[in-house]
């Protein structure tokens, strides 16, 4: 069982800025796909953002040139940077790994881009 717990969530303003983190239990080594999906209000789960192994990103694209996915191997720590927020970014933000042939999830974080 991989247990992921996401951190970095808030109140931002529209234009403003937050970063993501979340820190999985285990070796980047032993970790398929690291990424951050994303759930709107009343809307279905979505992804945002995810790296592989051999550090391959894939972006949705309402996010691309504004948000970034990165991984900083000392802390054993994947970051979400998000700048230039926009209100249709708020939604609860979920840290995802995929460990062999096992999807894991957080609890999600809340992000609210509102004036």
């Known amino acids: 069982q991989v247990q992921l717990v996401e951190s970095g969530g808030g109140l931002v303003q529209p234009g403003g800025s937050l970063r993501l983190s979340c820190a999985p239990p285990?070796?980047?080594?032993?970790?398929?796909?690291l990424g951050w999906y994303r759930q709107p209000p009343g809307k279905q789960r979505e992804l945002v953002a995810t790296?592989?192994?051999?550090?391959?990103?894939n972006y949705l694209d309402s996010v691309k040139g504004r948000f970034t996915i990165s991984r900083e191997f000392a802390k054993n720590t994947v970051y979400l940077q998000m700048n230039s927020l926009k209100s249709e970014d708020t939604a609860v933000y979920y840290c995802?790994?995929?460990?062999?042939?096992?999807?894991?999830w957080g609890q999600g974080t809340q992000v609210t881009v509102s004036s």
């Open positions: 995802y790994a995929r460990v062999s042939d096992n999807d894991y």
């Open positions: 285990v070796s980047f080594n032993s970790i398929n796909v």
């Open positions: 790296i592989t192994r051999d550090g391959v990103t």
